[in-house]
């Protein structure tokens, strides 16, 4: 299994304005994704988090707006560019822990909600 | 593209009761799938799994069996407890192993004392 911690919890933010959100794994990962929840919606994957490279992202989610980094195998972070109240949800890291392990873990999410 | 259908909710049942929560699927070959939970103010949870077909996941009284003929994940419990109230979410995970999940819509459980 994996402890995955999210920072920061909530946020309310103006729009224009932008927040990075930090992902921190207790173990090293093989893989790392991002996702949405709107609200009373489901899950939605906005991109894979590739170490020491781009990511990939899904149909419907752009780098300039969703700048994502991953610099070590423990560690990521989504930036949401240029907000606006469309961008409110709930944003949650999850890891794979090994490419023959098909068991994915979410962290707690960030509440994030745009003024 | 590949996709998850859930029945809606909510879904009231008492206590004791029987559940099934439908869940079918569309995806090229043969994806793996999940159950997932999530409880009132906690994180996503992995419920259940299976990742071939005719495999049974089973965990906490829950079970569900890949169906590859109905492309069919319908999740059952024989007995609910009040402790079951929760968001259950179906996944699938594309053939490939690109480790991504694609969500279904989510069904509210309610168990009543």
């Known amino acids: 299994s994996a402890v995955i911690s999210q920072k920061p919890s909530r946020d309310i933010c103006q729009r224009g304005t932008s927040l990075t959100i930090q992902c921190q794994v207790d173990?090293?990962?093989?893989?790392m994704f991002w996702y949405r929840q709107q609200p009373g919606q489901s899950l939605t994957l906005i991109a894979t988090a590739n170490q020491g490279s781009e990511a990939t992202y899904e149909s419907g989610f752009v780098i300039d707006k969703f700048p994502i980094s991953r610099p070590n195998l423990t560690f990521s972070t989504l930036t949401v560019s240029n907000m606006s109240p469309e961008d409110s949800s709930i944003y949650l890291c999850?890891?794979?822990?090994?490419?023959?392990?098909?068991?994915?873990?979410f962290g707690p999410g960030t509440r994030l909600t745009v003024t | 593209g590949d996709s998850v259908t859930q029945m809606e909710g909510p879904v009231t049942l008492s206590e004791e009761a029987f559940l099934t929560i439908n869940c079918t699927y569309t995806?090229?070959?043969?994806?793996?799938l999940f159950w997932y939970v999530q409880y009132p103010g906690e994180g996503l949870q992995l419920l259940l799994k299976?990742?071939?077909?005719?495999d049974k996941g089973s965990n906490k009284g829950f079970e569900a069996t890949y169906r590859k003929e109905t492309t069919s994940f319908h999740l059952e419990k024989g007995s609910v407890q009040v402790s079951d109230s929760a968001v259950y979410f179906c996944?699938?995970?594309?053939?490939?192993?690109?480790?991504?999940?694609?969500f279904g819509q989510g069904t509210t459980l309610q168990v009543k004392p």
């Open positions: 995806a090229t070959g043969y994806p793996s």
């Open positions: 173990s090293q990962v093989t893989m």
């Open positions: 999850s890891v794979r822990t090994g490419t023959a392990s098909y068991e994915q873990y």
């Open positions: 299976a990742t071939k077909a005719d």
């Open positions: 996944a699938l995970s594309p053939a490939g192993n690109t480790g991504k999940l694609i």
